[in-house]
């Protein structure tokens, strides 16, 4: 208990560690905040409405009383209003955000289905025709950019095929099976470098435990090949893999946003690329904080994973 709780304390002290630092981004730019959301075409914005702009962002308060606002907002899930039509950041990020952790985790479902056991395969079977062409195929994928990928994905199915939807949404309580549909290509496109990833990761990762002792021991006393697969070779040869995982799941974030693009997927890519076209900071801000967020709990949820694959890592 006492290993988790200091886990969640770290992860806590990050979220606030990036929180400053995204507050003092704003006071690190040169020249003042207000005017530079309020220029367009190289013009100088009207002196009044710089001046209510800075009212109205806190900019006019001292430093430490705006970084105080700023942590009490955020205590409160206060993130502000959009500058564009002053719609609250929190609403509109909890409207969003479930749609782009659903791509997420789409993605990374279809990346552990298919890397896993083509990884385990493909190291049981070391060299084989098997191995080669899988292998051949994960570094193809890791070369392809994700939004060629996506591209290619509509003109092939959507296009020539016409066997499945270019993009959009349908929620799912509205339409199940059309929901799915549509989640599918994108899914596919944010997750196929992941799979690949995975696949090598595990490849290396079982080929390592088939070399261990005690995996020659278990052979030496007689265990079957299915059992000392599944509880030795298996199991100790995911921790890696969900260290290569959490760190890509993390990335998928960022990578989200060409995806959603493509796909016309509405999730946090819509509003974060208007926001930063339209220098809405209190958009941005929101966002990048919370993508910031769930980063570090993603991280946080594979430090407890691990535990409970090695309870060695508990002592650690």
């Known amino acids: 208990m ?36 309020l220029s367009t075409g190289g013009v100088s914005p009207d002196p009044a409405a710089v001046a209510e702009l800075r009212e109205r962002l806190g900019l006019d308060l001292p430093l430490m009383t705006q970084y105080g606002s700023f942590l009490a907002g955020l205590l409160r899930g206060d993130l502000g209003s959009s500058l564009v039509d002053d719609y609250p950041v929190a609403q509109e990020i909890a409207l969003r955000l479930p749609r782009t952790l659903e791509l997420i985790l789409a993605g990374t479902l279809l990346a552990v289905v298919f890397g896993m056991p083509a990884g385990t395969w493909a190291a049981l079977h070391r060299g084989g ?53 549509l989640l599918t290509l994108p899914a ?51 921790t890696p893999v969900l260290t290569v995982l959490a760190l890509h799941m993390g990335s998928l974030l960022g990578g989200t946003v060409l995806v959603e693009y493509v796909f016309n997927w509405p999730g946090l890519s819509t509003p974060l690329l208007r926001a930063v076209e339209a220098r809405d900071y209190p958009m941005v801000v929101g966002i990048v904080l ?18 409970a694959l090695d309870p060695r890592i508990r002592t650690a």
């Open 2 to 37: 006492l290993w988790i709780l200091r886990r969640v304390g770290i992860s806590l002290a990050l979220v606030w560690v990036v929180a400053s630092i995204v507050f003092m981004a704003l006071h690190l730019v040169p020249g003042d905040p207000a005017e530079l959301l």
């Open 129 to 181: 025709a098997f191995d080669r062409i899988a292998s051949g195929i994960a570094a193809f994928l890791l070369a392809l950019p994700v939004f060629v990928v996506g591209t290619l994905l509509v003109l092939v199915f959507a296009q020539m095929l016409r066997i499945m939807p270019a993009g959009g949404y349908v929620p799912f309580a509205q339409s199940p099976g059309q929901h799915l549909i």
């Open 188 to 238: 596919i496109a944010i997750g196929k470098g992941l799979a690949a990833v995975v696949f090598r990761m595990t490849r290396a990762s079982v080929l390592d435990a088939l070399s261990k002792d005690f995996v020659r021991t278990a052979r030496a006393k007689g265990l079957g090949p299915r059992r000392i697969l599944v509880r030795h070779v298996v199991r100790n040869a995911l």
């Open 290 to 307: 919370v993508i910031s967020a769930l980063f570090l709990l993603i991280n946080l949820l594979t430090d407890l994973l691990y535990a």
